[in-house]
């Protein structure tokens, strides 16, 4: 499948999984391996830790749309922004003509009481923006880089959540619209990552299950980061070996190579596992060994994406094929 034709499939990609396996990192290289198609996505932060702006060098990501990168085709360019519920939520009362209302919640810091008697409100605000983007937004794709682990399910909850407590008002309104769009897998779809390690996939296939029983999302392939890349000869034998190293250092790389062999068997057992328990298909990511992250790096681990999505198929695409035969 072609990027391209991948991206189109739906309006928006929610990336999510456990805190530091890589969500920031691939919802930047989604947004790269899009604009490179020559789309326009837009790259959605909700926790406020300004965690995007530094793999692209510019400065803070600020609330109102900003271009942060223009990819070599002149037409396509990659947008941010950050949506936090204090943000959302002035923008929601000045909408409902509640102007004076925002002021005055700003100011006195009441905004955080409304948030805390009202659970989940928060998330539906974040949420509510979101789907205000999804609809309005002259980009192509959006991706939402998602708050970690277990606030994600609170979040992609919350509107479910509300529609149940909220039996009517502007409140049920805006809950039952987000959750339609959560539905709709041509509005959206999420994309959970994980490392290759024990712990994580254990959360990953759990978050999926939930995902689709509590919410009914759809789930993208799944992004499995950070794969050691084999390197042939690793366990070769170096017992015959004539090398003026000397015995002590052929044991140092002998162990080296051990261990780093044993690593690529481990990964390769949890992507095993993964593929076991959880039917859908696996986007593989390389670790990238450099000391920093940056645009280089984020151009690097989106080609291996591309090459990834080249080798799935999709129900879209398999009919597509079926048809031309
Ligand atoms: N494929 C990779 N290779 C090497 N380092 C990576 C890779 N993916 C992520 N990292 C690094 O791991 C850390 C966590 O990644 P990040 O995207 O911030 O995770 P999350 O957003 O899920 O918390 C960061 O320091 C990032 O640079
Ligand atoms: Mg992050």
Redesign the pocket.
């Given at each position: 499948m072609d990027p391209d034709e991948y991206f189109n499939r739906t309006r928006m990609v929610i990336v999510a999984?456990k805190?530091?396996?890589?969500?920031?990192?691939?919802s930047a290289a989604l947004a790269r391996l899009a604009a490179r198609t020559g789309l326009t996505a837009l790259l959605v932060e909700v926790d406020g830790r300004n965690?995007l702006a530094p793999l692209f060098e510019v400065g803070e990501i600020g609330y109102e749309e900003a271009v942060i990168a223009s990819a070599t085709d002149d037409s396509a360019k990659i947008l941010a922004r950050s949506i936090t519920p204090d943000t959302a939520l002035v923008e929601w009362l000045d909408d409902h003509g509640m102007k004076l209302v925002s002021k005055r919640l700003q100011k006195t810091g009441a905004i955080d009481v409304i948030a805390t008697a009202t659970p989940g409100i928060k998330d539906l605000l974040v949420l509510g923006k979101i789907k205000q983007l999804v609809v309005e937004s002259d980009a192509d794709i959006v991706i939402v880089?998602a708050p970690?682990a277990g606030h994600a399910m609170t979040f992609l909850r919350a509107p479910a959540l509300l529609a149940e407590m909220a039996r009517s008002g502007p409140i049920n309104t805006q809950a039952h619209a987000v959750l339609a769009m959560l539905q709709d897998p041509k509005q959206c779809e999420v994309m959970l990552?994980t490392l290759p390690e024990e712990t994580p996939v254990n959360e990953l296939i759990d978050t999926a299950f939930q995902l689709e029983d509590d919410v009914g999302i759809q789930l993208a392939p799944v992004v499995v980061?950070?794969m050691y890349p084999i390197i042939d000869g690793l366990d070769a034998d170096l017992s015959g070996v004539k090398s003026n190293l000397g015995a002590a250092k052929i044991d140092e790389l002998r162990a080296a190579g051990d261990f780093r062999q044993q690593r690529s068997i481990l990964q390769a057992g949890q992507r095993a596992r993964l593929a076991e328990m959880l039917p859908l298909e696996q986007l593989v990511?390389?670790?990238?060994f450099d000391a920093d992250?940056g645009l280089p790096q984020i151009d690097e681990?989106a080609d291996a994406l591309a090459e990834a999505i080249a080798n799935i198929e999709l129900p879209g695409a398999a009919d597509e094929t079926a048809g031309d035969q």
């Open positions: 999984g805190g530091g396996v890589g969500k920031t990192v691939l965690a880089d970690a990552v980061n950070g990511l390389p670790y990238v992250i681990l």
